[in-house]
């Protein structure tokens, strides 16, 4: 099996900073794209950031030029570093990974962390 493990959420109040860290464990055999997606109360699950093996990367306008997505191949991590944060940043974080668990020909399956709360508030 396979385990996507988030820390680093808690409460931060507005314009402050936290660094989400997510660690893939199991039989892995590589590691396609990472990312991290939020959910709010009452609202969809969406996209925050993405990145791929290559680190290359892609965050939702919402975030652009406050957070940063980066990964560590070696140690099948994934952060995201949020700064100026604003109360609706609040939302459960969640680190989603697609991964070939034996060989290159291995199919990709696409697993979920189960999420770390995040709240911005004074």
């Known amino acids: 099996q396979v385990q996507l493990v988030e820390s680093g959420g808690g409460l931060v109040q507005p314009g402050g900073s936290l660094r989400l860290s997510c660690a893939a464990s199991?039989?892995?055999?590589?590691?396609?794209?990472m990312g991290w997606y939020r959910q709010a109360p009452g609202k969809e699950r969406e996209l925050v950031a993405d990145?791929?093996?290559?680190?290359?990367?892609n965050l939702a306008d919402s975030v652009k030029g406050r957070f940063a997505i980066s990964r560590d191949n070696a140690k099948r991590m994934v952060y995201l570093q949020m700064n100026s944060l604003k109360p609706e940043d609040t939302a459960v974080y969640y680190c989603?990974?697609?991964?070939?668990?034996?060989?290159?020909?291995?199919?990709?399956?696409?697993?979920w962390g189960q999420g770390t709360q995040v709240t911005v508030s004074s």
């Open positions: 199991g039989v892995i055999f590589s590691i396609n794209k």
């Open positions: 990145i791929d093996s290559g680190g290359t990367s």
């Open positions: 989603n990974a697609d991964v070939r668990r034996h060989s290159l020909i291995s199919g990709l399956i696409n697993y």
